[in-house]
Each structure stands twice: as structure tokens, then as C-alpha cells.
């Protein structure tokens, strides 16, 4: 309800259309925000919100093979960068940091303590941590698509290619999150460079937002794969159990 409310904003002001106006960063911010808001709200109701917070900042639990994930899309973008389809634009310092605090807060900060922090952790216990993140991932890609029905930055993206990527991205962080052991602070990071990644590519040479989703599609699906086998030779798990189990 909480994003629906700064998507219904978002609609009735046509100069909020793009969350980098004055007009509609505010309720950009108020519609990415919806689910750790929802977060908050249910920890503090249930007396968790310290041990919310806590997760979002656990670092001992974090695995070296949660932090490869961390860093894959960085990677992705270097090792795809000579294909791009135009010429790269050079960007300084300022620019990648404004990038990093943009999607940060528009992002990974509005969204994880809600998708993994309560939606996964409460799934995780009941149908695996694979089927959890699958679940997980067809609601945080329903939660994007109203954004197809305006002129907003994500219409430019064809809704397929962004579809599997969603999923692909969904698993990725239910592992990290998985194998370290509740800690969010993966899954806020994943996110960030996901996101970060497909921001840069503009300036790597894929000013076409499709270009870069159908570039870095199959490098995201090896990926994902790569994370089922780490949570599997970690816990002896695939991650998909019975709900009588």
C-alpha cells in the first residue's frame, strides 16, 4: 500500500515521471520505500526492529563466496564493456560516486529489509531458501510492473528481458543471503551493484538500456546457477522442500 500510494502520486504529477526531478524524486522515494518501510513497521510491532536493523549491518556471518556475488555485475560490466554496440563515455569519480548514493538510496535501502529481511527469512523456514527466492522474485518483479504503464526509466527496457533478469537477480541474493546466514547486508550490496552496473553501462557504450539486459542476460543466468551449487555445497540443500516437510 505504501508504494501503491507514491505510485498513485507518481501518475497524477506528470513531472514526477523520472525519479532524478526535483518533483519526483520525493515520491519515488516514498514508492521504492514501500517494502522496508512495511518492514520497520512489522519489526516494530513485533519487537524486532533492533534485530532488523543488526542484520542490515552483520558483516562475520558474510562468507568469501557471498562477497564473489557481491562484486559479479561490477565484473560483468568490465568483461563486457569491448562489446558494447558505441563508443564509452569517460566518467569521473563524482559521477560513479553520485551514482553509488543515487541507487543506494533509491534501491537496496528502500526494498531489502523487506524482500530479504522478512519475505525471505519467513519463507526460507518454509519452503527452502531456492523456492523462497523464486516466490520472492515473481512478487518483486509484480512490484515493478506499474512502471510499464507510465513514461518512466524502466518502460524503455523490454519487460521480458527485464522479467528475467528480476529472477536471475532474486536468486542471487536469496543465496548470498542464505549463506550468510540472515545477514542483509549482502543483499543490499547485490542490489546496489546490479543496479549500479546497468546505470554505468550507458556511459560503457550501452546507451540502449536493452542492449546491456540482452548483453548480460546469459552472464546473470551462469551466475544464478553458480549460487544454487554454493548454497548446495555449503548446507546440503538444494533448497526446495514440501510445505508438510
Known amino acids: 500500500m505504501i508504494s501503491l ?34 518492514a520497520i513497521i512489522l519489526s516494530l510491532h513485533d519487537g524486532q526492529f533492533t534485530a532488523l536493523l543488526g542484520r542490515a549491518v552483520t558483516i562475520s556471518t558474510i562468507p568469501v563466496s557471498a562477497w564473489i556475488l557481491v562484486v559479479a555485475p561490477i565484473a560483468f560490466l568490465l568483461l563486457l564493456r569491448p562489446s558494447a554496440p558505441e563508443d564509452a563515455t569517460p566518467i569521473g569519480l563524482g559521477i560513479v560516486a553520485t551514482a553509488v548514493a543515487f541507487n543506494l538510496i533509491l534501491g ?3 526494498e531489502e529489509l523487506g ?22 522474485g515473481v512478487i518483486w518483479l509484480v512490484w515493478h510492473l506499474p512502471l510499464w504503464t507510465i513514461d518512466s526509466p524502466h518502460a524503455q527496457i523490454s519487460l521480458p528481458l527485464f522479467a528475467g533478469h528480476v529472477m536471475c537477480y532474486a536468486v542471487i541474493i536469496g543465496a548470498a543471503y542464505t549463506l550468510s546466514g540472515g545477514s542483509i547486508l549482502p543483499a543490499i550490496l547485490i542490489h546496489l551493484t546490479v543496479n549500479l552496473a546497468s546505470n554505468l553501462a550507458l556511459f560503457a557504450g550501452f546507451r540502449d538500456p536493452n542492449s546491456w539486459f540482452d548483453s548480460s542476460m546469459w552472464l546473470y543466468l551462469v551466475l544464478a546457477l553458480v549460487a544454487v551449487v ?16
Open 5 to 38: 500510494a507514491g505510485f498513485a502520486c507518481i501518475v497524477l504529477f506528470p513531472g514526477a515521471r523520472s525519479p532524478e526531478s526535483l518533483i519526483g524524486f520525493p515520491f519515488w522515494l516514498v514508492m521504492v520505500w514501500g517494502p522496508s518501510l512495511a
Open 108 to 110: 537496496p535501502l528502500g
Open 115 to 136: 524482500w530479504r529481511g522478512v519475505l525471505q527469512e519467513h519463507l526460507n523456514q518454509h519452503i527452502g531458501w531456492l523456492a523462497a527466492s523464486l516466490l520472492v
Open 230 to 245: 554454493l548454497v548446495y555445497a555449503r548446507t546440503g540443500e538444494l533448497g526446495v522442500r514440501s510445505l508438510g516437510s
